[in-house]
């Protein structure tokens, strides 16, 4: 990698962590608020879950997929069509790319994360059963 990559990556993620630190401000600055209006609307649970999550400059990329609402894809994952990610999976492909195949299925509580040597394929029309772990040295 050349040094103007390298700099332009730095500059992306900074951007990005000043990004989710102002987000998060925002957040208790409006819980703070609310509680010097006596507003209880802030004490209600909900979730704040984010299905497709972008790492740096790299996000999650589904095509006509079924995803579970609660399920997590977090940085450079492609789920290709007809697929299917269920409840409580985590796909983390923080360090390289994660691909799902088409008509695949990934199970309940099933975890996936990249590895530095290699990136994770999941071919065509493979089912990964439940509470299933995937990642270094597998």
Known sequence: N???AFVANSIKRTKFCIGRLAQEMGLSMDRSGSRLM?????????????QRHPLYDHKPDVRNAWIAPNALLLGRVLVSPWA?????AILRAEINTIRIGHFSSIGDGTVIFSSISLPVNVPPSVNIGKNVTIGDNC
């Open 38 to 50: 006596y507003d209880i609307a802030y004490k209600q649970k909900l979730s704040r879950h984010v």
């Open 2 to 4: 050349s040094p103007g």
């Open 84 to 88: 299917t990610i269920w409840y409580n």
